[in-house]
DNA sequence: CCAATAGTGTCTATTAGACATTATGCT
DNA sequence: AGCATAATGTCTAATAGACACTATTGG
């Protein structure tokens, strides 16, 4: 089918009046999600092998089709809790993405979404849906303008993604990155106690930088984010650091 | 029609593999627009007001249905030009908007875009497109947590918004005062020869602030995104201001 | 010369980076 | 006591705001 807008003489008609939309061919609406954590301080999205056609062999992100009777996000939530079997965490709307032939079998829109794994919940999803695979995910650029992503195998092989799925990775990366200093993104890839050199650490795991100590420290506790649980961690062989909570606003 | 997914026995399956998303119903896809530009020095939005039911009398953004062999921006960009009579602004995708009941008739997911226009791009969809109407938006907010907005009538009268677009024109303000000192977007809003004291006032417009002119002006001529004409502006009864255009990166 | 705005110099306050020093828990 | 890392003090560099001052045009 061709395209199903009516020829129309004037401009300022309102568009929806005249139009019928159940008479004509719909995309379909998926959402897929970039599940993101840290392993060994890089970043790592879970991703599934295609075991059919079309992109046998090569990597995807988790999705889903997106029901009639169910919004965007519970849509994303779904997802996250059937193909990851996770649920609690961070979880926003990152960006739609409806080139003509991203998926070779029909026209589907996709709304991206980022979920952020604390090393807990990472583990779970690996653990409860075993086909799923932390790659890390390599970013070799910096700065607002983006670029191209790479995904490595736990071995450090290059794995090739499927669809369009290496532009939404890299959509991920460039918004969490652009997020991370001045929002509390940050604290969704922690546990619920920890300390300000694992604040540090996700910092510079996420901008691909080292930080200066005394700086970082200081910046974060002028936020006024942080509350400190009084208690200290354990099992160093040295001085056990403070321990802190993520204290919302204020 | 119900939830349309198969009940699956385990999560690691393909969701794409063993779903035929051509047999359920699927969401219709829409494009609405922010068509944003100033006035008189304060945020303006054009508007229309709706004849037909649902939402009569109220008004709402301009608006298409996504064909089937068009991408979202395509679709985006036809709409620009259909219903705003303009083309060669900067565009750019907001969020994808998917509650259940936006729409009472029947399920629509919209993707929302953001269209910057200079006065004279403004002043021409406001002639070629007479229905519409530039509303002044009000932000009575700041900072990175939003809030509503209101949109007023060129007479001052509160306009009532149609749908959800009132939260479609809070995310817009959102997103614009966010990008506005770490991007290049107030260009966007100007025309192409301008003085400094434009685009401070553009700036100003956006983030309903003043602003330090010297800081300002040093912030600005350091980024190197700002070539001199060689010219100054005309008709002034005083010393005239340099005039530059904007040139990107560097 | 006056009015009005453009454009700049300079001081201060704030914030970030560099680097060194002190503090502390464990063995 | 000594090790390893936590936590902090302090100097310097960079950046932003305040405010006054100079520059330039038309009338």
Redesign the interface.
Known sequence: ?????KA?PV???????E?D??A??????AVDLVLLGLREGRPAALL?K???HPHAGRW?L????????????AAAL??LH????ITGVHLE?L??F???ARDP?????S?AYLALLPEAALAEALE?????VAAGIEVPWSG?AGGDVVALSPKGEVLPLAFDHADILAMAMLRLRGKLD??DVGFALLPEHFTLRQLQDVHEAVLGTTLNKPAFRRRMLDRGWLAPTGSREAGTSFRPAELYRFQPSR
């Open positions: 089918m061709q395209n199903a807008y129309r401009i300022e008609t309102e568009f929806l009046a139009y939309p159940t004509y061919e719909r995309p379909a609406l599934l295609r075991e059919q995807a988790p999705g889903g089709f997106v029901g009639i009777d169910q919004t965007l996000d779904h997802v059937e193909k990851a079997g709307q960006y739609t409806g080139a003509l079998r029909m026209r589907i829109v709304v409860r849906a075993p086909s799923l607002e001045y929002s």
